[in-house]
């Protein structure tokens, strides 16, 4: 990739996550003076800034999809203890199990097949690496901030009864969800490489 290309990639999607935090935050619990979404947000890219660091360093992309499951368990944990409501607890915990669940699989994918193709090039390069690693802090912050704002309002406050109960059924859509994809990975553990063209291969990879 151009150089040019992986620097204003770069600064692209932190813009974007900046703007995304200035446009969420209006309504947001403070965290010793800082709108507690706005806290996730550098979390978000201070984890990934870290780790791509040891993996520029090792030249290695094995911890790359765990890293992203890690911000996402660790992001839970901490609005769980900061807010401590049952709302909190009932987004981010499934957030939580959902991104164990998958970091883990990926990471053992990883490891399986002792490499990551999509990296063989890329690791190589300083700033095209780097820009892959904030595309996947925005991509962590992009899929939470819709929970996290949810958590963090200053309008939250106690459910009523009808909530509980959108709540259940919310939990429901989220079951249903977890067990298609567990579903769709383990399929795909015992499809073997040259047979995932068949129609049938090719239909739980869409599902994936």
């Avoid at 992203?68 to 199990?97: E, H, K, R």
């Avoid at 912050?141 to 309002?153: E, H, K, N, R, W």
């Avoid at 989220?174 to 090719?202: K, M």
Wanted: aromatic content about 20%; proline content about 2%.
């Amino acid at each position: 990739m151009p150089l040019r290309t992986s620097i204003s990639g770069t600064i692209i999607s932190i813009i974007i996550g900046i703007l995304i935090t200035l446009g969420v935050s209006q309504n947001s619990i403070d965290f010793y003076g800082v709108p507690l979404i706005a806290v996730c947000f550098l979390y978000s890219y201070i984890i990934h800034w870290i780790f791509f660091i040891h993996g520029y360093l090792f030249q290695t992309e094995h911890y790359f999809d765990a890293i992203g499951s890690f911000t996402f368990v660790s992001l839970s944990f901490f609005l769980i203890f900061t807010v401590q409501d049952f709302y909190a607890f009932l987004i981010c915990s499934l957030v939580a199990i959902w991104s164990l669940r998958l970091g883990s699989f990926l990471f053992n994918r990883v490891k399986k097949t002792g490499r990551d193709t999509r990296f063989t090039e890329m690791k190589k390069n300083f700033f095209w690496f780097f820009l892959t690693w904030n595309l996947s802090a925005l991509w962590v912050y992009l899929s939470y901030v819709a929970g996290m704002v949810a958590v963090t309002s200053k309008h939250s406050s106690e459910l009523t009864i009808a909530e509980y109960i959108f709540c259940f059924f919310g939990f429901l859509v989220w079951l249903a969800g977890f067990i298609i994809e567990v579903v769709a990975d383990l399929s795909l553990i015992h499809i073997s490489e040259p047979t995932r063209r068949t129609p049938i291969s090719y239909a739980v990879f869409c599902l994936k």
